[in-house]
């Protein structure tokens, strides 16, 4: 039942609208098995991209090729991908049971193999028992899985999500991206996870593809952009960044990478002094504005255990960081 | 709790506005137990015997039969065709779709009179007149906007997403309908195909211009009842007709509350 192939291959591909450009020019390969985030802010056309890999949008230009088969004009219904809707969208009028069951049971699968199958699944998302409740019976968290369970339930090679914890209070949140991404190294189907949360893209994706504007902005694994964005958008949009002009170019310099000390006492390759605007606690950092003449103010953030006294507003302070610590990027001006 | 002079006026209105409407078709009530041989309130005594005479006259009874067949079949195909034109336009939903929209609710907007004059200048090169194929598929016509409404106004309510997931998880646009869709608007149905019997069951203007000798509904029985004679008969049989109407509403109540969606 399982497609030998999850691979995917997004060529060129455009989504327009009359003489709007919702998805501009895409070309990306997500390879079998892998957890892709596609991460923007609304607008950035990542949903829109997911549902063109889903078959409810047409393409304007371009192919989509899954394992190297064009499936551009494969309808929804043939593609055999799982997908995680946004508000869930189970059947209402139908049991747990018969929402998961429901892929297989179109596909005329016996009877025997379905129950099999669906019990299955329900050990899979930990909620054995509930099966013949109805969906409006559980709780947000609970009809999450029961949507996982459904999409995943016949075994699809490439299992979409849009925006799936966009629904869930904080708490809960954290406590579903573990068992999403324990769940997705124990069923190996490749992953695409459309969100605008940073922390969600980086806590599970093997890589983020953040998008603005209907482009890519830039891919690469968590650590790999967060270490080294290549354009303001991608250095503020994951994490904070301070931006720095030297040398005709812009430099992204993280809070929690430069050191603060009482003026006079700062050691570093690179420099500057300033005077504390304000300082938070937060409690495992102290975030600290710090006003610098002729530039924005910096934010720094210092491990509040580690530091041995709060600097007050108005104390005169020296920020120091290490050449490898300012990134530079591509972008000429703010 | 106080209630305002505004809000007690508005009340009293309502009330006074709901005893002109129900009043008329109550005196129905009366008039049929009387014991006299025309139209009248009974005075000394009440009588069951039009209520015999209406079960017992085979007339009557056919007409019964007739009517019941009459509203069956045109709303089992109102119900159908209103439902999958309401369906199909909110697929669509494009401007297009709204004109088209319009026009299928038109038969709702036309005077009965034209709309019977219609069918009869129709039906009679096509050998329609006085049969019961044609006073159904008049009927047909006339009810299928009711349905059209009842179950575009559910479809509004209606979860796109939902069709959404049927195709993704595999299913065909049949499956979709028959699975996911259909059970998800079954109160706008249900409650269209109440209406579109109700509006066939006591259906005249039309059915007289179509039918002559062979087809005589119960709503023609009585008209002629009332025009010819003043059989009290035809109260008896204006009574049967308010309950079966009133007993179609309440098992589409009952449905509808069954079915009503999660919050």
């Not at chain 1, 497609?3 to 079998?32: C, Q």
Request: a positive charge.
């Amino acid at each position: 039942m399982t497609s030998p192939s999850g691979s995917l291959h997004l060529m060129s591909l455009s989504k327009r609208y009359g003489s709007f450009t919702a998805v501009d020019n895409v070309s990306l390969h997500i390879e079998k098995g892998e957890f892709l985030t596609l991460l923007g802010p609304s607008g950035s056309g990542k949903t829109t991209l997911l549902m063109m890999i889903a078959g409810f949008q047409d393409i304007s230009q371009g192919d989509i090729l899954l394992g190297g088969v064009s499936i551009a004009q494969t309808p929804a219904e043939k593609r055999n991908f799982g997908m995680v809707f946004q508000g869930y969208a189970l059947f209402p009028h139908m049991s747990v049971h018969d929402n998961i069951a429901y892929p297989l049971s179109v596909r005329r699968r016996p009877k025997a193999e379905i129950d099999a199958r669906v019990a299955e699944m329900l050990d899979l998302v930990r909620l054995n028992g509930f099966a013949k409740r109805l969906p409006k019976e559980l709780s947000g968290g609970q009809q999450q899985r029961v949507a996982l369970a459904r999409a995943l339930c016949f075994a699809p090679p490439v299992l979409l999500l849009d925006e799936p914890l966009g629904a869930l209070d904080k708490k809960l949140r954290v406590e579903v991206q573990a068992q999403l991404k324990e769940i997705h190294r124990r069923v190996g189907t490749t992953f695409v996870y459309v969100t605008h949360d940073q922390e969600e893209a980086l806590s599970m994706s093997d890589r983020i593809v953040i998008m603005q504007n209907g482009r890519i902005e830039q891919v690469g694994t968590p650590a790999d952009l967060y270490q080294h964005p290549k354009t303001a958008f991608a250095a503020s949009f994951l994490g904070k960044s301070n931006f720095l002009h030297r040398d005709g170019a812009v430099f992204a310099l993280r809070p929690e990478k430069i050191d603060l000390s009482p003026e006079g006492q700062g050691i570093g390759a690179n420099k500057a002094s300033g005077v504390v605007l304000s300082v938070t606690y937060f409690g495992a950092v102290l975030k600290y504005q710090v006003a610098v003449p002729g530039i924005d103010p910096i934010e720094v953030d210092v491990d509040a255990w580690r530091a041995g006294q709060v600097l007050p507003e108005g104390a005169r302070v020296d920020l120091t960081w290490a050449d490898s610590a300012a990134v530079r990027l591509s972008d000429h001006s703010l | 709790m106080r209630v305002s002079l505004p809000a007690k006026l508005n009340t009293g209105f309502a009330w006074v506005l709901l005893v002109l409407l129900i009043a008329p078709a109550l005196v129905a009530i009366p008039v049929s137990l009387t014991p006299k041989t025309f139209l009248s309130f009974p005075t000394d005594e009440l009588s069951l015997q039009y209520y015999r005479e209406l079960f017992s006259s085979p007339e009557w009874l056919s007409s019964f039969a007739q009517s019941t067949v009459i509203g069956a079949v045109s709303t089992l195909l109102a119900t159908t065709i209103g439902t999958l034109c309401a369906i199909g336009l909110w697929r669509v939903s494009s401007p297009a779709g709204e004109v088209v929209r319009s026009v299928l609710l038109l038969p709702l907007v036309v005077p009965p009179i034209i709309a019977a004059m219609a069918f009869s200048r129709l039906f009679v090169p096509l050998g329609l007149i006085d049969s019961y194929t044609g006073l159904i598929l008049a009927h047909t016509v006339l009810s299928a906007p009711l349905v059209l409404i009842t179950v575009s106004a559910s479809l509004a309510g209606f979860d796109a997403r939902l069709e959404q997931a049927s195709r993704n998880l595999g299913a065909s646009n049949w499956v979709t309908l028959r699975r996911v869709i259909v059970p998800g608007i079954r109160p706008g149905i249900l409650a269209g195909a109440v209406f579109a019997f109700i509006s066939s069951w006591d259906e005249i203007v039309v059915t007289l211009f179509l039918s002559k000798f062979s087809v005589y509904t119960l709503p023609r029985r009585m008209w002629n009842g009332i025009r010819e004679n003043t059989d009290p008969t035809v109260a008896a049989a204006a009574v049967v007709l308010m309950a079966i109407t009133l007993l179609a509403f309440a098992i589409w109540a009952l449905a509808a509350r069954r079915t009503r969606p999660a919050a």
